[in-house]
């Protein structure tokens, strides 16, 4: 993917692992709570694609294909029109408004405005 090192638009704030559906079938997806920065880009928008960047540290051959067991995430890159998610259904899932202090860990990684 196009992931712009120079182009951090925010930080990733937490990492968490929830259910969710894929087709008919309800899968654990992982997910990231991020904070972007002010002013947020116009076009970013919910149902917008999404890039993990990533070091794997475990992997497994899978009928073919390569699971990741273990890895470390190094950014995230919210993907800018016409540019296209290697997933389909990786996304931004919700946009709202920060509402009072929240405890988490700070500097987990980098969120990546890609153009």
Not at 85 to 92: I, M, S, T
């Amino acid at each position: 993917m196009n992931h712009e090192t120079e182009n951090v638009i925010g930080r990733v704030e937490q990492l968490y692992v929830a259910d969710a559906l894929d087709g008919t079938i309800i899968r654990p997806w992982w997910f990231a709570s991020v904070e972007l920065d002010d002013p947020v880009p116009e076009w970013i928008e919910r149902g917008r694609g999404v890039s993990w960047s990533y070091f794997p540290l475990q992997a497994q051959d899978v009928n073919g294909s390569q699971r990741i067991v273990r890895a470390i995430v190094d950014e995230i890159s919210i993907l800018s029109p016409g540019v296209k998610a290697r997933d389909r259904l990786a996304r931004v899932v919700t946009l709202s408004e920060s509402v009072g202090p929240r405890l988490v860990r700070r500097n987990v990684g980098r969120v990546l405005g890609v153009c």
